[in-house]
């Protein structure tokens, strides 16, 4: 690897570059650290005229100057840790919870989940109460859901039900779905503004508008006359209460098959 006699590399030696490319890794992941915790132009700059200095010393085979670079950017980082200690924590934070997100992601019930929503939305059809459930799919809803309440709460029909009755606080605005929890109620869309064919209120019509910016499916039941229906990119789709199920399926798995909302219809 090193020529000691004539103090310079072997780079006719693979070792030689993949002791290069590991050393380029580990200057990347310490500039990264380091921007994470102390983002500032000047010493940002300094940062990175080192480890190109540290480089060009190990390419050139100027083993002292590298050295001395190479704990120049140690101790940098250490300082910078040290002063930051709350970036620095946050930063190894955020790596924890990454990965126990992965960790902890795990396959739901579908069935199961849309079991419960038929559950409660044939009560609230039947009661003729109002209710806008809207499932997040693909698009994050989290910039929405601010406008609400953040609830985490697990998907039970009667708790469904006690959101959506008048007397509640939470009653006004829809609730989203995440996966097989309650992640928010009282959250407000902004409704669609284009004109439409019939005499809709302004559930139908916030039902519409969140589907029109997003990929959500969203269970709307009429206060008027219990009607159910479902929006999903920009369509709204009346569906029979025995039919709710097997739909609320389809739209979430995938878009139907073609002919399919005709059939609810």
């Known amino acids: 690897m090193y020529d000691v006699i004539n103090n310079k590399f072997n780079f006719n030696s693979p070792m030689v570059w993949v002791d290069f490319g ?19 132009k000047k010493s940002f700059i300094f940062m990175i005229s080192l480890c ?21 950017i140690l101790s940098t980082i250490v300082i910078v840790a040290l002063s930051n200690q ?18 902890t992601e795990k396959v739901y019930d579908r069935h199961a989940v849309c079991q419960k929503i038929s559950i409660a939305v044939e009560t609230l059809s039947k009661t003729k109460t109002g209710a806008l ?9 989290n910039e929405i859901v601010k406008s609400g309440t953040i609830l985490h709460s697990p998907i039970i029909p009667e708790l469904l039900t006690t ?5 509640t606080r939470l009653h006004d605005g829809a609730v989203v779905i995440r996966r097989d929890e309650i992640l928010a109620a009282s959250v407000y869309y902004t409704p669609t503004t284009r004109p439409l064919t019939g005499k809709f ?16 499916v969203t269970v709307v039941v009429s206060e008027e006359t219990g009607r159910i229906s479902i929006t999903y990119k920009g369509e709204l789709i009346p569906v029979q209460q025995d039919n709710l199920l097997r739909t609320l399926e389809e739209y979430l798995i ?7 909302e005709e059939e609810e219809k």
């Open 86 to 103: 709350n970036e620095f924590r946050d930063l190894v934070g955020a790596f924890g919870k990454r990965k126990q997100k992965v960790q």
């Open 22 to 40: 590991i050393s380029v890794l580990l200057l990347g992941f310490l500039i990264y650290v380091f921007y994470k915790i102390h983002f500032n």
């Open 133 to 141: 459930i809207t499932f997040e799919k693909g698009i994050k809803l």
């Open 163 to 167: 959101i959506f009755y008048t007397g």
């Open 254 to 260: 995938n878009e139907p098959a073609d002919g399919s």
């Open 52 to 72: 190109v200095l540290t480089i060009l010393s190990w390419f050139f085979g100027l083993g002292f100057l590298n050295t001395l670079c190479l704990m120049a």
């Open 201 to 216: 209120g302004s559930r139908h019509r916030a039902a519409i508008g969140i589907s029109e910016i997003s990929d959500a």
